[in-house]
Structures are given as structure tokens and as C-alpha cells.
């Protein structure tokens, strides 16, 4: 019989547009300077060549005009991407856990792995980040194949994955996305009774995930969770964002879709003052 101690939870996360307000794809083009990237993808995406999200690996062993990207370009990418607030507040808190409760993050996307690592250093474990894996040419640096891309269903074996590794029952798992790419695991997530979450107001997703939030503040995650899944009040989780450091600002609540404002807490004036 499983012990009050040991309820465990895999939250697993997109990052494009999830935790960050930029496309990996974008900041890369901008880099190499290639300015119509958006016509490529859209382009890529009306042949049905490649599944949704994984246009980028596509074109970087493809596309003459990025056929030049290195280690070294994705690297600088990931610190140009700008992410969302929080993030260290948020991987911190779920490595702690509540009582009762453990929580396993970890990040599937299907940007380069070297993009989404050099994006998250010193915040997420790289052996907690899943991206597409791509193989280098000793010689010349640049790409020459196409490992793994954690696109579409590829998102779903990674998962499975990660369920059979860390024992978590299909039941306790948690998935957060923001666009097309992300179909395919929710339904998956949503079929075997998990949790899924929307960050975006993305209409196909919306009918999809069981809760949608918008927010600019990566921790807004967890309003929901704590919320329908734990069952927690208002205060409850007013409570728990203070003790984080963070102020549950405003909280609209509409059908199936929360907007939320966090902010940091403002620091307390001194004594006297």
C-alpha cells in the first residue's frame, strides 16, 4: 500500500513561448541574420513534411542559409533567449515539494538540447532538459544528423520514457504547453487522466488542456495545479506564493482559463523608516 509520503508527480514543460517569450527558431535566425523565418516554417508546415515543432531541425540540416550553424551559435541563442519570470523560483519550489508530495521537473522541447540548456544554466539540471539531439561534423563543426527530435509523438515517447524511469503513474503526470506542437502529448496526458495546461490562448490547445493560464511569470503554473488538483483555497496559495518570495497580484478566473499576475514581494521597509 503507497505511503502518505511518497505521492509523486511528473511535471514535465515545453519551452518555446512556455517558459520563454521568444522562439528558439526566431533569436537563431536573428543570430545568422535570415529574416523571413516565419514564411520558411510556415512554409514547411503547409507541406506536412515535418511534425508541428520541428521545423527548426529540419531546416538546420536542410536549409542552405542555415546549414552553417554550430555548437557555438546555439549556445549563444539560448542566451539571447528572454524568459519568463520565476523560473528559478518555480524549479526550486517543485524540487522541494509540500508535504506528502514529491514533484519530478523536467523540460521536453523541441528546440536544439544545446539551445534550451545554455537558455536554463544554473536553473534546470541539463540532465533534466530533453531537446532535439543533433550530431556534429568533427571537421568542420557543423551539423550533420539528426538524432532525436522531441516533436509531436516524439514528445509522447519521451514521456513514457521518463513515467517508466521514475515510477509516476500516468494518472499523477502534469504537462504544460503553449502551441500546435503540444497537441499530441496532451491528448495523451489528458486519455490516460493526468493534467494538462495551457500558457497560451492558443484556440485548438485551449479546447484541449484542462486549465489554461496567462501569465508573463513562470510560477503561475502552479495556481492551477494547486488549485484543481490539490484542492487548495485561495489563501492556501496566496500563502504559499509569499512564502516563495512572490505576491498573488490578481487573479481572474473565467471559463476553464485563468489570468494571473505575480509579482515579487516588495521588500519590507526598515524599522523606523
Same mark, same amino acid.
Given at each position: 500500500?503507497? =505511503?502518505?509520503?511518497?505521492?509523486?508527480?511528473?511535471?514535465?514543460?515545453?519551452?518555446?513561448?512556455?517558459?520563454?517569450?521568444?522562439?528558439?527558431?526566431?533569436?537563431?535566425? =536573428?543570430?545568422?541574420?535570415?529574416t523571413d523565418y516565419g514564411e520558411r516554417v510556415t512554409g514547411l508546415a503547409r507541406t506536412n513534411l515535418v511534425q508541428q515543432g520541428g521545423e527548426l531541425a529540419y531546416l538546420i540540416r536542410h536549409d542552405p542559409d542555415f546549414r552553417g550553424v554550430r555548437h557555438e551559435h546555439l549556445i549563444e541563442t539560448g542566451k539571447r533567449v528572454r524568459l519568463k519570470s520565476d523560473i528559478p523560483a518555480l524549479v526550486q519550489f517543485l524540487g522541494q515539494g509540500l508535504a506528502g508530495l514529491k514533484f519530478s521537473f523536467y523540460v521536453i522541447s523541441a528546440a536544439p538540447r544545446e539551445i534550451v540548456v545554455s537558455a536554463l544554466e544554473g536553473i534546470v539540471a541539463p540532465d533534466h532538459i530533453y531537446g532535439t539531439e543533433l550530431e556534429f561534423?568533427?571537421?568542420?563543426?557543423e551539423v550533420q544528423a539528426i538524432r532525436r527530435?522531441?516533436?509531436?509523438?516524439?514528445?509522447v515517447a519521451v514521456?513514457?520514457?521518463?513515467?517508466?524511469?521514475?515510477?509516476?503513474?500516468?494518472?499523477r503526470v502534469i504537462y504544460v504547453g503553449d502551441g500546435s506542437s503540444d497537441v499530441h502529448v496532451m491528448l495523451h496526458v489528458n486519455n490516460h487522466d493526468g493534467f494538462t495546461i495551457a500558457v497560451s490562448d492558443n484556440r485548438q490547445l485551449a479546447r484541449i488542456a484542462r486549465s489554461t493560464v496567462l501569465s508573463d511569470n513562470a510560477f =503561475?503554473?502552479?495556481v492551477p495545479v494547486l488549485d484543481q488538483i490539490l484542492d487548495w483555497r485561495t489563501g492556501e496559495i496566496r500563502a504559499l506564493l509569499e512564502h516563495n518570495g512572490l505576491t498573488l497580484h490578481t487573479w481572474e478566473k473565467a471559463a476553464r482559463t485563468d489570468h494571473v499576475q505575480i509579482d515579487a514581494l516588495a521588500p519590507r521597509a526598515a524599522l523606523g523608516e
Open positions: 500500500m503507497e =505511503s502518505f509520503v511518497t505521492r509523486h508527480y511528473l511535471l514535465a514543460s515545453d519551452f518555446d513561448q512556455t517558459l520563454s517569450f521568444n522562439d528558439s527558431g526566431l533569436v537563431l535566425s =536573428s543570430l545568422l541574420g535570415v561534423d568533427a571537421a568542420s563543426g527530435v522531441p516533436a509531436g509523438y516524439g514528445k514521456l513514457e520514457e521518463l513515467e517508466r524511469r521514475l515510477a509516476v503513474p500516468a494518472d =503561475s503554473i502552479m
